[in-house]
């Protein structure tokens, strides 16, 4: 089956304009997470979404910052008024949290990185 | 709070050689440890995980990491490198959530270059 993908795979924006990065989890996983890799900080969690639950946003850097998950699938997050420091590469993982199971392996996309000029 | 620390920025063998990644973590409950593999341009592969039970973990590649409670420590070993290991390795915590694990907390990752 196909894994979790992610689009696009490369944007350049210029400072102040807003983004949209888009991750297709692995059908039927019902947990979603987003990740940014970059070179100063290694990777960082940003958000995590599991099934109907409110998502768990401590890892968000700032409120220009946000993500939706729309029918428990897809996800967007979305970066309002770039700056040159959320340049990165986003990451996008999913995992099947079955009931009763306490634990999972998170499956991740190939990611988005981002270019602010 | 919890961390990961991966001692080793860059790490250089030679093909056939043994090699040992050292990862501690800093966790006040059970950890669910994790390794997961990056080469160039890709995304993260898991090589292996620690939930519970045989402290000595098999995954995939010929790859295996040895859960030591007493030292806090997840190393990740390979008895002999093939040219074809070299990348970036990335060890990891993951955060439970009454029960259920949440996010992975990850460590700056060694990258390991392979010689000839």
């Known amino acids: 089956g196909a894994g979790v993908s992610q689009s696009p795979s490369n944007k350049v924006t210029e400072k102040g304009k807003d983004v949209e990065l888009r991750c297709d989890p692995i059908s039927g996983h019902t947990a979603l997470y987003w990740y940014r890799q970059s070179l100063g900080q290694g990777l960082e969690f940003l958000i995590y979404f599991q099934g109907n639950s409110a998502p768990d946003k401590s890892g968000l850097p700032s409120d220009r910052f946000s993500a939706e998950r729309t029918g428990g699938s897809v996800s967007t997050l979305t970066i309002q008024r770039t700056q040159q420091e959320d340049s990165a590469v986003y990451l996008c993982?999913?995992?099947?949290?079955?009931?009763?199971?306490?634990?999972?392996?998170?499956?991740f996309g190939p990611g988005t990185r981002l270019t602010v000029l | 709070a919890q961390s990961v620390t991966q001692p080793d920025i860059h790490i250089t063998v030679s093909e056939g050689a043994s090699l040992e990644l050292r990862c501690n973590y800093s966790y006040g409950a059970t950890p669910y440890l994790f390794w997961y593999v990056q080469s160039p341009g890709q995304g993260l592969q898991l090589l292996l995980k620690?939930?519970?039970?045989?402290?000595l973990v098999q995954g995939i590649k010929g790859f295996e990491a040895e859960f030591k409670r007493s030292q806090s420590s997840f190393n990740l070993r390979k008895p002999s490198v093939h040219w074809s290991d070299a990348a970036e390795y990335f060890c990891a915590v993951g955060v439970s959530y009454g029960g259920s694990q949440g996010n992975l907390i990850f460590g700056k990752g060694t990258k390991l270059s392979v010689k000839p």
């Open positions: 620690y939930f519970s039970g045989d402290t």
């Open positions: 993982a999913s995992s099947l949290v079955a009931a009763g199971a306490s634990t999972d392996t998170q499956y």
